[in-house]
């Protein structure tokens, strides 16, 4: 069993304080340790509670089994070693364990993500409450887990959240209300901690300069991510983009391997972008744009027939199909002419912009200047402020959107190729 990092002096003063609270909140950062800090307050919760139900949740079941039950090695698989074992209690997920004072106690696992999800966890009482990712959470959801725990013997509830914008419904209906409760009684028992990369000392000082390097300071995702900050994406998706830097001339270079991505579409844009790598960076050496809302409209074998013609003389090594489910009858058909070797993009939004931005930013993509389109989409690609969920603006998102699938899918399949994401995982998000 691994050795286990020494917490931060931050970390260590959260973690007295909860001695004393029934409701402790771990935000901030991305590689934080907060889960490693929760699984252990959970963990001893749970041990030593005296009721026999108990909960952890995210917004899925793998997320949950990920962050809190394996968690690298550090969760409560961990934590309960030699003494769980995982099977179903009420047709549920569940990890059965013999606690320190001497009965079985149930662990059930629930997703929570989607509307709806509040009445897979209907029918009991909590003693103990862990939810990963809580604000990516439905609100029905995390408010279900709230009243669960009313019955508890002694109510204990813990998450942990990535930053979100300063008008996140999470921060207004839930932490709001604890953290005025908190300041008009002290012995309330909320314990809020913000925490960053830096409070993580299994990070070597080697490792964050590294890491750090990946983000431009001042970006959004650095204040997020690096800094912790409640930050709402606002302006250019991808400021990084330096028409200076990132286009280049359209010329003969020896690709490794190549790829297409595509961005399905029948009324509006249908995208094709061929990817190709060299000298360890990809360029987008050309595009297929065609608008069937401004000329006739093709069928999917029309479609197929522009693709076909679009990779000739190149060897493609993988087509990445879109997910949409209007492109389902054009991805079919692909995989029913056998002519490529196929995968289903990642949509992910935030995480593909995300990607993007770290890959414009760190020098790995480039865009040969025959690709017009998408020159043109990343100088109109920007945040939506007037939407409730933090978005791109819709139109002339076309070829970004091409873009973004290829750049998110690829850096998935990378990290399963070497064992970095977990089999918990849901759809390959990461």
Known sequence: MKQLAPYSKRQIEYLDRAKTSWFNVAHGGKRAGKNVMQCSLVGKAIDFHNDKIHLIGGVSTATARLNILDCGGCGLLRYFNGRCRTGKYQNRDCLYIYSAIGFEKVILISGGGKAGDDKLIK?????????TEANECHPDFIQETFDRTLASSYPFVAHDNNPKPEGHWYYEDVLAHHEKQQAENPGYGFNYGNFTIV???????????????????????YLRDIKGQRKQADGLVFPEFNSEIHIKPTVER???????????????PCVFQLWGECDGVWYCVKEYVYNGSKNPQKTANEYYADLLEFSKGYKIKQLYLDNAP?????????????????RMSDNSVLQGCQDVSMAFQAQKIFINDCCVCLIKGIGLYMWDS???????????????????YFVRTKRIAE?????????YKDKGVC
């Open 254 to 268: 020896a690709y490794s391997e190549c790829y297409i991505s595509i961005d399905y579409g029948t009324s509006h």
């Open 326 to 342: 209007i492109s389902s009858s054009f991805n079919v058909l692909v995989r029913r002419k056998g002519e490529f070797n196929t």
């Open 123 to 131: 029918g009991n009482d909590y003693g103990v409450v862990y939810i």
């Open 415 to 423: 990290q399963r190729r070497k064992g970095l994401v977990s089999a």
């Open 199 to 221: 409070d993580n000392l299994s990070v070597t000082d080697e490792q964050l300069r590294e890491r750090l390097k990946r983000y431009k300071k001042g970006s959004i995702w």
């Open 386 to 404: 007037k939407s409730d969920e933090e978005a791109p603006l819709k139109g002339n998102d076309d070829e970004t959107d091409c873009m973004r």
